[in-house]
Nanobody, 125 residues
């Protein structure tokens, strides 16, 4: 059974930094893309927005709104993805969801997408 667990959220003042981590566990053979979406307060699930994604070989896709402040990285040996968030702004306040896409386990014939339960990031002004 594959599990996706995020950590590292919390309360921080504007201008501060946080580092989110997300570990994917289970009998995993490979994971294609890993990354982060966020859902701002009052928004619906369908309005989650992409923050950053990273492929297995390290190619990244980062939202323009955070490109100069956030960095995504990945440790394939640990099936873990990180999001370093610097110069945080109040508008970054959201629940951050980790996603692992194209997860191929030892029992699957094809890749499956998984989501974590989310970690809350609150940036005070």
């Amino acid at each position: 059974q594959v599990q996706v667990v995020e950590s590292g959220g919390g309360l921080v003042q504007a201008g501060g930094s946080l580092r989110l981590s997300c570990s994917v566990s289970g009998r995993i053979r490979s994971i294609n893309d890993m990354g982060w979406y966020r859902q701002a307060p009052g928004k619906q699930r369908e309005q989650r927005e992409l923050v950053a994604m990273i492929s297995r070989i390290g190619s990244t896709n980062i939202a323009n709104s955070v490109k100069d402040r956030f960095t995504i990285s990945r440790d394939n040996a640990k099936n873990t993805v990180y999001l370093q968030m610097n110069s945080l702004k109040p508008e970054d306040t959201a629940v951050y969801y980790c996603t692992a896409q194209g997860v191929l386990s030892t029992t699957d014939l094809y890749g499956i997408n998984y989501w974590g339960k989310g970690t809350l990031v609150t940036v005070s002004s």
